[in-house]
């Protein structure tokens, strides 16, 4: 309330306001950044990217994602071109790049699935030898760290997610992490309809800026986002402890993280579990337990993307299969342990 109380003294409610440039600054010094621009969604915010960057032609992406990051790309009438994922982290699989590169190929829009990092020395390799951008949709890494810090840092750019459902959000919400305060400022050009001052347009801009409340907002949840992301490993802990040696259940594993946000809890559902997938999905659903099969369908089983060669599902036998068994167990800081006890015991039994 004091928040809301001061934006309406400011009577300033979006625009650039004080608390969206406090929430930049806090934003930066809190995930390790230099230059962070805020945007009303992450949506808007990979659609920015790929126009700040002037990447055209084919994008090498992953089908294994939410429908957001191939429609960023057909947004800006780029050609999404699917690779497959690692069995193991389910991020793009590095291995299967170079095969899918042609000479339309202007970059590659890698995901950190579920937060869990890309191999991105592999990745920013193989850009380098081919002269590839690399923007990466990192809507789930959100304070994830590598051994060298944020995983923000790596690639040409990073884009952030603030949605509800995220572990740090603004209700609605989103950032780019820029390297340099030139490639910022060409961003904040472009989220502003390509205003430079009052009267000079300088690019075709959109209207991405972020509003005051939802920068207000962003403040406070910065205040106790350490504490969530506590609770939340806790709750990963104990379900791993709860599912370990249950036949026909595999917990993912992490991709190296030297700090992780614990933003989902994924289990694979196997052949040798006594119910499929969906029955198991349908079995927690009828005891009120709202599990979610992400990411069930594919990007590529979309009608727009599913007559694509490269969306075909023999090129694609990881995404596939994991699709068909993935489920991601509730996970929230407010989760009881005696919750999560019924959920398990739901599974186990």
């Known amino acids: 309330m004091p928040y809301l109380e001061k934006i309406w003294a400011n009577k300033i409610l979006t625009n650039g306001g004080p608390f969206h440039q406090q929430l930049e600054k806090a934003l930066c010094d809190y995930l390790g950044v230099q230059h962070l621009a805020l945007f009303s969604n992450g949506t808007l915010g990979l659609v920015t990217a790929l126009q700040a960057l002037r990447v055209t032609g084919e994008v090498i992406t992953t089908p294994y994602s939410f429908v957001a990051t191939a429609h960023s790309l057909l947004w ?59 923007i990466y949709d990192a809507a789930h890494a959100f304070g994830v760290q590598d051994a060298g810090g944020s995983v ?92 370990q040696g249950v036949p026909g259940i ?31 999905y349908q079995k927690l659903k009828d005891n009120n337990i709202f599990a979610r099969r992400y990411f069930y369908p594919l990007i590529t089983d979309f009608p727009m993307y599913r007559g694509m060669p490269s969306a075909h599902r023999e090129n694609l036998p990881v995404a596939t299969a994991a699709a068909q068994k993935v489920l991601c167990l509730p996970i929230y800081p407010a989760l009881t342990l005696q919750e999560l006890q019924r959920i398990t015991q739901l599974i186990t039994e």
Request: with cysteine; charged share 20%.
């Open 76 to 134: 800006n009438g780029i050609k999404p071109v699917f690779v497959d994922v690692h069995p193991d982290t389910l991020n793009l699989d590095p291995a299967r790049i170079e095969a899918a590169i042609t000479p339309q190929t202007t970059a590659i829009m890698p995901v950190h699935c579920y937060g869990h990092p890309c191999d991105v020395q592999a990745i920013q390799k193989i850009a380098d030898n081919y002269n590839l951008k690399v």
């Open 152 to 243: 923000l840092r790596h690639g040409d750019l990073s884009v952030l997610s603030f949605h509800a459902t995220k572990v740090f959000n603004t209700f609605e919400g989103g950032a780019i992490i820029c390297p340099d305060a030139k490639t910022k400022q060409r961003i904040d050009h472009l989220k502003n309809f390509g205003f430079v001052d009052e009267t000079t347009v300088v690019a075709p801009g959109i209207n991405g800026k972020m509003s005051e409340v939802n920068a207000a907002f962003g403040m406070l949840q910065l205040q106790h986002v350490d504490g969530a992301m506590a609770k939340r490993q806790s709750i990963a802990a104990a379900y791993r402890d709860a599912l």
């Open 250 to 280: 595999r917990c993912l594993q992490s991709a190296g993280e030297q700090v992780a946000n614990y933003s989902y809890f994924p289990i694979l559902v196997e052949a040798d579990y006594p119910l499929s997938r969906d029955a198991l």
